[in-house]
């Protein structure tokens, strides 16, 4: 039974060491905390299959005395998973290398314009709904640029005055 906890544990601390590496900004850290979960996925794939025992294979052991092959076949599964995973964050991560210099992920620029009309829309909550600014009008939307503050959005070239009507040329 103690190796069943020990097991137990060491998979919880596989799993929250992978948790928290994958939520930092850095893909190297990110591509260590996918290997992490990954191994202690595997693991608890191997606890949930059971006590060891003889080969699966028929004729060699008794029927009483086999191991399930099926978390084996899982476990392998899971093993070339997290290797596809491994290669396309280490792939990322070294084209982030290459253009950028380093691999930190960067906050994407209308996320962060989404929360911030989110924030204004939860502050002006006892504020009629005529009172907020409609976030799809022409006037009212804007380009956020990359220090966060909000470009005038440019006038709007649709609707009657966009396309003049075409003068008739006079006989």
């Keep these: ?20 590496l994958v939520l930092e900004r850095s893909l190297t850290r990110v591509l260590l905390g996918t290997v992490l979960m990954g191994n202690g996925a595997n693991l608890l794939i191997l606890m949930a299959g059971g006590a060891a ?7 060699v052991t008794d029927a009483a005395d086999m191991s399930d092959p099926l978390p084996q076949a899982m476990i392998l599964t899971a093993i070339v998973i997290t290797l596809g995973m491994t290669a396309f964050l280490l792939a990322m991560a070294y084209r982030s290398w290459q253009l950028e210099r380093h691999d930190e992920v960067q906050d994407d620029v209308e996320d962060r314009r989404v929360a911030r009309l989110a924030a204004r829309r939860r502050d002006d909550v006892d504020v009629g709904p005529g009172d907020i ?12 640029s990359e220090d966060g503050d909000q470009e005038p959005a440019q006038p709007s070239k649709t609707g009657p005055s966009a396309h003049p009507a075409k003068e008739d040329p006079a006989p």
């Design 1 to 20: 039974m103690s190796g069943n906890v020990t097991l137990a544990l060491v998979v919880g601390v596989l799993f929250a060491s992978g948790v928290y």
């Design 53 to 59: 025992g003889g080969p699966p294979i028929v004729g």
């Design 133 to 144: 600014p409609d976030p799809d009008a022409p006037e009212s939307v804007g380009l956020a």
